[in-house]
């Protein structure tokens, strides 16, 4: 509706001066005339540059953080034609959270010169862990008169940001070595579960040469190290969507989430390999057996919704029976009452839990649970949730240009 506005006055303006100018003369009345003609024309040559493909494509770096640090994110706006002088180009992408909706903008407008690429970035205190999906996408234009505002809106070009989980390191320090020593060697050799492309730093014993054969690149051989190799976790996402708990339950998720990652961080560092289940309804597992992949196994993390309420028995009852004699540690946020009959079906020593509950002193009933777990001959450990950071849910946050 603005531009209507402003053209249309500027028509009227153009028709008033060419009828005066044809009227009455003058020069100064046709120099008024060919300025305006001219103007004419340079808001033509800006719509015509606006009318060819505009492309939007994220830079890399831009993704993901872990929570609480800064977020970055970089933007390249391209266009099939140069944009003329005085004119500028203005940027806004919005992502929702996945579960709380929570809003996160990055707008900003700056001058186009005469590149056909423009770069936008801005950065953010992360406010929560999660997935940012994008929503929309829109480039706008201007000329230098600010006679213009032209936008568009694009299907595509923004990336999802994740916001990772933090690592709880003092969790994976309370909890000890679960599992196992992380310095022992496996008795056990490694079994090659598969091949993946070669890897600048692969010894060459790890090039599976029959597989390079056929394909014509190099393979390296993908190891599966035994259950006394590697740090079997169950992680129970349950009951801390916001639509089903209170916000201590989601605090408490929260923490059980970073307390898992900080259990993974652990195993990989002291070159364990890790098979994460996690129970949230969609029963879906991970497995690393380097360092390298730790940023995966907390992009995983961070897509972990805690929508589902349903017992975690069944998943760690599977991933027990698939150890082979090792011990699949449990991290959970809920004494969940099932959980004592379930390890009276299972070797002693089969499972270990660590539990998180919210600040302050722990209930009686938490520390009967405890017993009846422990008389399973399961190991429990405690650990305390951090106070809460100011209150996230919707809202929408800026991201600040750079």
């Known amino acids: 509706m603005g531009?209507?506005?402003r053209i249309g006055s500027l028509l009227i303006v153009t028709a008033g001066a060419l009828w005066l100018a044809m009227d009455r003369g003058g020069q100064t009345a046709w120099f008024v005339v060919y300025s305006l003609g001219f103007l004419w024309a340079y808001l033509g040559l800006v719509v015509w540059q606006w009318l060819g493909p505009v492309q939007v494509e994220a830079l890399s770096g831009t993704g993901s953080c872990v929570r609480g640090e800064r977020l970055e994110a970089g933007y390249a706006v391209r266009f099939a034609r140069r944009p003329l002088l005085g004119t500028w180009i203005g940027l806004e992408i919005i992502w929702?959270?996945?579960v709380t909706e929570a809003c996160l903008v990055m707008r900003d407008a700056v001058p186009a010169g005469r590149r056909r690429e423009v770069v936008f970035r801005g950065?953010?205190?992360?406010?929560?862990r999660g997935v940012y999906a994008p929503d929309a996408v829109v480039v706008r234009a201007g000329d230098a008169f600010g006679l213009l505002?032209?936008?568009?809106?694009?299907?595509?070009?923004?990336?999802?940001?994740?916001?990772?989980?933090?690592?709880?390191?003092?969790?994976?320090?309370?909890?000890?070595?679960?599992?196992g020593r992380g310095d022992a060697r496996p008795v056990e050799v490694p079994q090659v579960s598969g091949t993946r492309p070669y890897a600048p730093g692969d010894p060459l014993r790890r090039i599976h040469w029959r597989s390079s054969?056929?394909?014509g690149d190099l393979r390296a051989k993908e190891l599966e190290q035994?259950?006394?190799?590697?740090?079997?976790?169950?992680?129970?996402?349950?009951?801390?969507?916001?639509s089903l708990g209170s916000a201590e339950a989601e605090l408490k998720l929260e923490a059980a989430v970073e307390a898992a990652a900080g259990l993974a961080k652990q195993a990989l560092e002291l070159g364990r390999g890790v098979r994460l289940a996690v129970a949230d309804g969609q029963g879906r597992v991970w497995e690393a057996q380097r360092r390298e992949r730790l940023p995966e196994l907390l992009r995983l993390l961070a897509a972990v919704p805690g929508s589902d309420d349903r017992p975690v028995g069944g998943l760690l009852l599977r991933e027990a029976q698939q150890a082979a004699g090792g011990t699949v540690t449990l991290v959970t946020a809920?004494?969940?009452?099932q959980l004592p009959e379930l390890l009276r079906r299972l070797p002693r020593g089969a499972a270990q839990v660590v539990y998180v509950h919210g600040p302050g002193a722990v209930s009686g009933a938490v520390h009967a649970w405890r017993r009846q777990l422990e008389a399973c001959g399961c190991r429990v450990t405690l650990l305390t949730a951090p106070e809460p950071s100011p209150p996230k849910g919707a809202g929408v946050h800026a991201i600040a240009g750079a």
Do not use: K
Request: aromatic fraction near 4%; charged fraction near 20%.
């Open 96 to 98: 929702l959270h996945a």
């Open 149 to 179: 505002r032209l936008e568009r809106r694009l299907e595509e070009g923004a990336a999802a940001l994740y916001v990772l989980p933090r690592p709880w390191a003092a969790a994976a320090a309370a909890a000890g070595e679960i599992g």
């Open 334 to 337: 809920r004494a969940d009452a």
């Open 3 to 5: 531009n209507f506005l």
């Open 123 to 128: 950065r953010m205190t992360a406010p929560s």
């Open 213 to 215: 054969a056929r394909t």
């Open 226 to 242: 035994p259950a006394a190799g590697r740090l079997l976790l169950v992680l129970d996402a349950a009951g801390g969507a916001s």
